[in-house]
């Protein structure tokens, strides 16, 4: 059945450069953090090693430690060696080191709200906090999932730019660090700036309301009032901005630990790239959203849902079922002179997707093979 499924679905990178992809140096995020542990002091020699906290049941103790933020969690295993050993022995902690560029950006970021178990929830949780389609980004500032779709066109995740002064009790905040983000590069960060959730600015200072309808607000009222056939403007695009505190975040499979990248369904997928740049007009409508992505039940399920996945003889690929269902595709996605030039060049449209991996430089990307 696996083999079934690989043949069915397909691997695709993410549009967009977010966070960690181009960020300047020195701020540069890794796949693994590099932790300062030549520089821990040694443990006391006397006991208890971890001083008042050694003398509290290590259950108690586990779950004190669960409910502080990363980068305190990080100080507080900095104390001396045996906190160090204490911490590293976590396996909720192994999973956040492990997490591709988790631990790095957390840090370089100085996110100070998600507690490790509520970072551990949304690492083991596969689903938007949102809609409960695939999340494929992780909002650090909350610690969210999100698809792509909630992550594009939701208000709430464009972060605020505030000042210090603006910090009062409980607001999730970050320093976004330098860097290129957003569609194509389009936005540029040069210099660290302190931004705040922006649902948590409004609640402490509801007086701001009126004054953050910015940016955001006029690009969707534009989108409404133009529909979708010039949505190929740079002004359509996402804010830069929702890329700043984003990384791109796979799910885990708690059985094996493993990370895994959710995967397109070759049918929806195809028919979306054709239909929407108009190679054949006569494509039939959609069944599933063409560029959603599902974790390998999601799509066992999506197969339940329209049918198995069948390829014709030119090459497409449909699913067993009529499709019906109509939508609106980001037009970030792909832009139909560099597809219909590769499609011209002889480049199968059914067996790779033009996606931005450089700046400026528009590239083939041969499918992946999922679950594998």
């Known amino acids: 059945m696996e083999s079934q499924l690989n043949d069915m679905a397909f691997l695709a990178p993410h549009p967009g450069h977010f966070l960690g992809d181009v960020t300047a140096v020195p701020h540069i995020i890794t796949a693994s953090a590099k932790l300062d542990d030549d520089s821990v002091p040694a443990a006391p020699s006397s006991r208890p090693f971890l001083g008042d906290l050694g003398q509290l049941p290590t259950e108690i103790l586990i779950h004190i430690v669960s409910l502080l933020d990363v980068c305190s969690l990080v100080d507080f295993r900095h104390i001396n060696q045996h906190y160090l050993e204490f911490v590293d022995s976590l396996p909720d902690f192994q999973t956040v080191k492990a997490f591709p560029k988790l631990l790095s950006a957390i840090l370089r970021l100085q996110c100070r709200y998600p507690g490790l178990d509520a970072l551990m929830a949304c690492i083991h949780d596969p689903l938007c906090s949102n809609c ?3 999340g494929d980004y992780l909002y650090l500032l909350t610690a969210e999932r999100l698809c792509y779709f909630c992550f594009r066109e939701t208000p709430a995740y464009v972060p605020m730019v505030i000042g210090p002064e603006s910090l009062q009790g409980n607001i999730a905040s970050a320093v976004i660090l330098p860097g290129i983000y957003g569609m194509h590069g389009q936005g540029r ?3 660290p700036q302190l931004v705040a959730d922006r649902r948590a600015v409004l609640r402490q200072h509801p007086h701001l309301a009126e004054a953050s ?5 006029e690009r969707q009222e534009l989108m409404r009032q133009n529909g979708h056939s010039k949505r190929f403007s740079q002004k ?19 059985s094996t630990g493993r990370f895994e990248e959710g995967a397109m369904c070759r049918a929806c997928a195809g028919t979306g790239v054709i239909q929407h740049l108009g190679v054949w007009p006569t494509r039939p409508a959609f069944w599933g959203h063409p560029f959603r992505r599902y974790t390998e039940p999601g799509f066992r399920q999506h197969l339940e849902e329209f049918g198995e996945v069948l390829k014709t003889g030119d090459g497409s690929y449909i ?3 009529e ?3 109509q939508y609106e595709l980001p037009c970030e996605y792909l ?4 597809y219909n030039k590769a499609y011209k060049d002889g480049v199968s449209p059914h067996e790779a997707l033009p996606l931005e991996r450089t700046i400026g430089k528009k590239v083939w990307v041969p499918i992946l093979t999922p679950w594998s």
């Not at 309808?213 to 607000?217: G, M, P």
């Not at 832009?335 to 560099?338: C, M, N, Y």
């Open 323 to 325: 499709s019906e269902a």
């Open 335 to 338: 832009f139909a002179r560099s």
């Open 319 to 321: 699913h067993a079922s």
């Open 132 to 134: 409960k389609h695939h």
């Open 236 to 254: 359509y695009w996402p804010l830069f901005q929702r890329y700043t505190v984003v990384i791109k975040a796979p799910y885990v499979i708690t």
């Open 213 to 217: 309808k910015d940016a955001e607000s």
């Open 189 to 191: 960060v040069r210099q």
